[in-house]
């Protein structure tokens, strides 16, 4: 299979520089242009026809969120991943660039010399580009088959297609990655107001990063949402969002549930992880308990949602088509794990039918 073609599109010559060396060392990726503004990368990208850019906000002439804009105009165009600063603006326009269009985004990053510069370039860029353009190398990076055939949107799989007819949830527990953000959002939104159970988010961000998710999906959804805080009541109506570099887990407090935070070792080199929020739900709630695991790479999830299938709880997960990235999703699908198998718009639908009206009441813990 060809190599990747990337393009770098950032106003400091350094950068573009550092950048270029760090990806062109992978023999998977093939730097094929650069650009120093928006205007330059509009007129270059039909000439050297990348597949995926990498696009700086601040620039001269054209910034990066209108050349993103512009990108999105045309048809067939290149993946886009954002190059922001780790600061809260840098959270701010990472999500607006997220919600414009962008597949992903990535920070940048300041180190004491040019071998640690590019070692945190290549740790930081080569994962997602990968990722998002799987198909072109022709590699499984989530060290997984294909997705088989017999698993289309929306069937239960094959290994727990069996289970009681009616399940009724007690807490709703979401896992996501790359594409992440715009669907936990789109999943959320379409909450009603009166939704009668917790929910609790694990999204892979950096800490200001899920600060600025939860205030997003605040301003646009009908439920409370915030950042995780250690100590805060696990009650209905409310989604916690673990915060950046914490993992977030639910302990028991008697009839109810309380929300932990930990600064535990990563794992699946994340934190906040997946895993260890799964893992207590499922010890918990039990059978009460419902995962989604949403669009990202790696396979993140995949231990937690096993153990919550070993106490019956129930695992709905975004499908391949929608998905952003179908690592996680792929993942626990392929190992037969997930009880459906659902699009991004028929996900909302999918939970609201373990919380139907009959089964609204303020759930305890079990």
């Known amino acids: 299979m060809r190599r990747i073609r990337v393009m770098i599109v950032d106003d400091v010559s350094i950068v573009r520089r550092l950048v270029s060396n760090a990806l062109g060392a992978d023999p998977d990726i093939e ?14 990208i039909p000439l050297v026809k990348p597949d995926l ?71 930081e860029l080569l994962p997602k580009i990968k990722a998002l353009c799987e198909s072109m190398t022709g590699s499984q990076s989530d060290a997984a088959a294909p997705s088989p055939a017999a698993l289309p949107a929306g069937a239960a799989t094959p290994a727990t297609a069996a289970g009681p007819a009616v399940h009724r949830a007690e807490i709703l527990a979401i896992g996501a990655s790359t594409g992440g953000p715009r669907a936990l959002a789109a999943v959320i939104e379409a909450l009603p107001a009166d939704f009668p159970i917790p929910v609790v988010v694990v999204q892979h961000m950096p800490p200001l990063f899920t600060r600025s998710l939860a205030e997003r999906i605040a301003s646009r959804s009908a439920l409370r949402c915030a ?42 080199s994340c934190r ?27 396979q993140d999830g995949l231990l937690g949602v096993r153990r919550l299938h070993e106490c ?4 709905v997960v975004q499908d391949e088509a929608t998905s952003v990235v179908w690592g996680m999703p792929g993942a626990v699908a392929r190992a037969g794990l997930a009880h459906r198998i659902v699009p991004l718009h028929e996900l ?11 089964g609204r009441r303020r759930a305890t813990v079990a």
Request: charged share 20%; hydrophobic share 40%.
């Open 227 to 268: 950042e995780g805080v250690d100590g805060a009541l696990v009650e209905p109506g409310t989604v916690w969002i673990a915060p950046g570099n914490w993992h977030m887990t639910v302990q028991r407090d008697g009839t109810d549930a309380r929300l932990r935070l930990s600064s535990d070792p990563p794992e699946n």
């Open 312 to 315: 019956q709880g129930r695992i």
């Open 348 to 358: 909302a639908g999918e939970i609201l039918k373990h919380v139907s009206a009959a």
């Open 53 to 123: 850019v990498i696009l700086d906000y601040e620039m001269p002439e054209m910034d990066g969120m209108e050349t993103l804009k512009e990108i999105r105009k045309r048809p067939s165009g290149p993946k886009v991943i954002f190059f922001s600063s780790y600061t809260r603006q840098g959270a701010k326009v990472s999500l607006d660039a997220l919600w414009q269009g962008a597949d992903d985004y990535a920070t940048k990053v300041t180190a004491d010399n040019l071998a640690a510069a590019t070692l945190c370039v290549q740790l």
């Open 272 to 298: 906040p992880s997946v895993d260890p929020l799964f893992r207590s739900v499922a010890e918990v709630y039990g059978a009460g308990a419902l995962g989604v695991i949403l669009t990202g790479m790696g």
């Open 31 to 44: 730097v094929v242009g650069s650009a120093a503004n928006g205007r330059e990368a509009l007129e270059k």
